[in-house]
């Protein structure tokens, strides 16, 4: 990146009662260096009541807020790229921790070498992840470069750089449940843009859901999936050879690491949820309600009087978002 051109860099975080993580996220994120590039951070937040938002500006974040009943995935990464100055927008987790100082540099090289519009990094498991979650990682952000054809256009946000002038364009859809960048990435690569997974560009993504959460999770994203993914069909019959399948994997794995008494109840309960959120969400066809909505988005709700949209820094307004 040596051609004296000054390039930006916005990384965007959402965030939502992070002040557990938000501090190692952001300083990850500080303790990076791209040549000839300035890089700045906002952090979108829907509502925090602990002490997230002191935390982002005791650290020079830019910090821009949305009420909970504006949220949805989409529009908040869309109020976050708004108040952005990037030629390139960087999406992380609040819960999610570069693995070293190369990590941002290499997220954004094929992009500023025309080599690709949008580009994923590699997620990896910490020591507080689920068994089983650390398998899903390992099969969906692999250790080597995919071709085409294996990445097939997947990308997720937690960990994830994209082309501004590609946002500007097609900009995050505002009212799917979930997978909101698949569904960009789906309208990009129709498009003839290029969608690519960088195995060089790892974090920490750190996941402390409930059981009924991660259900949840996989429930939301399975509403959208089918959506995008309509010759796609989840019956039970599907949820229980799945469900077998993970816990049998998941249990080889653990038997070779000599792990599997201290895994066995984590790793059916992980399972079990996964595929019975999966299964629900791709057969239950019912329109959400904004209640049902708040619950999916905020497992644990705690509604404000009063909340409303600010700014702080120098955003602008109406340049307002949130956190995954």
Not at 64 to 83: E, M, P, Q
Request: hydrophobic fraction near 40%; proline fraction near 3%; aromatic fraction near 10%.
């Amino acid at each position: 990146m040596g051609d004296g051109h000054q390039r930006t860099i916005s990384i965007v975080i959402r965030s939502l009662n992070e002040e557990k993580w938000v501090a190692e996220a952001i300083d990850g994120c500080r303790n990076q260096h791209v040549e000839d590039a300035d890089v700045e951070i906002i952090l979108v937040d829907s509502g925090s009541t602990d002490r997230t938002i002191g935390i982002a500006e005791s650290r020079g974040c830019r910090v821009v807020h949305i009420k909970k009943s504006d949220f949805t995935f989409g529009r908040s990464l869309n109020y976050g790229c708004k108040a952005a100055n990037g030629d390139v927008l960087v999406f992380i987790s609040a819960h999610c921790i570069p693995v070293d100082g190369t990590w941002l540099a290499n997220l954004v090289q094929p992009i500023f070498d025309n080599e690709a519009d949008y580009v994923c990094g590699r997620q990896v498991g910490h020591e507080v992840t689920r068994f089983s979650e650390h398998q899903v990682f390992a099969q969906y952000f692999p250790d080597h470069e995919k071709s085409a054809e294996e990445n097939s256009g997947f990308v997720n946000n937690a960990n994830a750089a994209l082309r501004r002038s590609v946002w500007a364009e097609l900009k995050f859809d505002e009212d799917v449940t979930g997978l909101e960048d698949l569904v960009l990435a789906k309208v990009l690569v129709a498009k003839g843009g290029k969608v690519i997974y960088v195995p060089r560009a790892p974090v920490f993504h750190i996941h402390e859901e409930t059981l009924s959460q991660v259900r949840r999770r996989y429930y939301r994203e399975a509403l959208t999936l089918r959506e995008i993914m309509p010759e796609v069909h989840f019956h039970f019959a599907d949820f229980v050879r799945f469900f077998l399948i993970g816990v049998f994997h998941d249990m080889s794995i653990a038997l070779k690491q000599r792990s599997c008494l201290q895994n066995i109840i984590g790793i059916v309960s992980f399972r079990l949820m996964q595929y019975w959120g999966t299964y629900r969400g791709h057969n239950e066809h019912r329109a959400l309600s904004r209640a049902q909505k708040e619950r999916y988005y905020y497992p644990r709700p705690k509604i404000q009087p009063g909340d409303s949209v600010k700014e702080c820094g120098t955003a602008s307004a109406e340049a307002v978002g949130l956190a995954e």
